[in-house]
């Protein structure tokens, strides 16, 4: 497989890769996360991961595959984004506990002109946790920079999952044996 770049800065995006054996560059540039209002739920992880795939491709000079995802988190039909703080981060953990929510990941491969686009939903449930524990997992590992305010590779998933249904590695951000699978097309 030959070469790619990530368009991402997500320390478990790159170590997903690196356990696939994917060899990869990174290249990263300052992206508009917004969508469109009314835009389906499951549409917009894919329409962000697409912004950023597009803004590499049009401001670098790159011959290879660029790969770029984004991951929301969706409880209600309501997209939980990163907390902005501490409080924010405990209160969205106390929606989460003894619920399930849906962990969705969008994710764009651009190579010259062909564009390979698509979601990946995953089924997350929650055992109730206590506010003691909600707290002890934010102060303790600070998930400001994870939408959900969580890592499921962390203390809380480990702890706190009830159960999972789909891929677990789309959870920690991306689908990457669909990734491969995808890159193996070009």
Do not use: C
């Not at 480990?158 to 097309?185: C, E, H, K, W």
């Amino acid at each position: 497989m030959q070469k790619i770049i990530l368009a991402s800065q997500s320390p478990r995006r790159k170590q997903l890769l690196e356990w696939a054996e994917v060899t990869f560059n990174i290249l990263v540039k300052e992206t508009d996360e917004s969508y469109p209002p009314g835009m389906a739920i499951d549409e917009v992880p894919v329409h962000i991961a697409r912004n950023k795939a597009l803004v590499i491709k049009q401001t670098s000079n790159v011959s290879l595959p660029i790969l770029a995802a984004d991951t929301v988190v969706v409880i209600d039909n309501t997209i939980i984004g990163k907390p902005k703080n501490r409080e924010d981060a405990v209160n969205i953990l106390m929606v989460l506990s003894g619920k399930k929510h849906f962990v969705i990941t969008g994710v764009v491969i651009l190579y010259n002109e062909k564009e390979i686009a698509f979601a990946d939903k995953t089924t997350v449930e929650f055992h109730s946790l206590t506010e003691e524990q909600i707290e002890f997992y934010v102060d303790k590992y600070q998930p400001y920079d994870k939408a959900g305010a969580y890592a499921i590779q962390e203390w809380i998933g480990v702890v706190g999952i009830r159960s999972i249904n789909g891929d677990f590695y789309n959870v920690m951000g991306l689908p990457v044996s669909r990734v491969v699978q995808a890159l193996a097309t070009l």
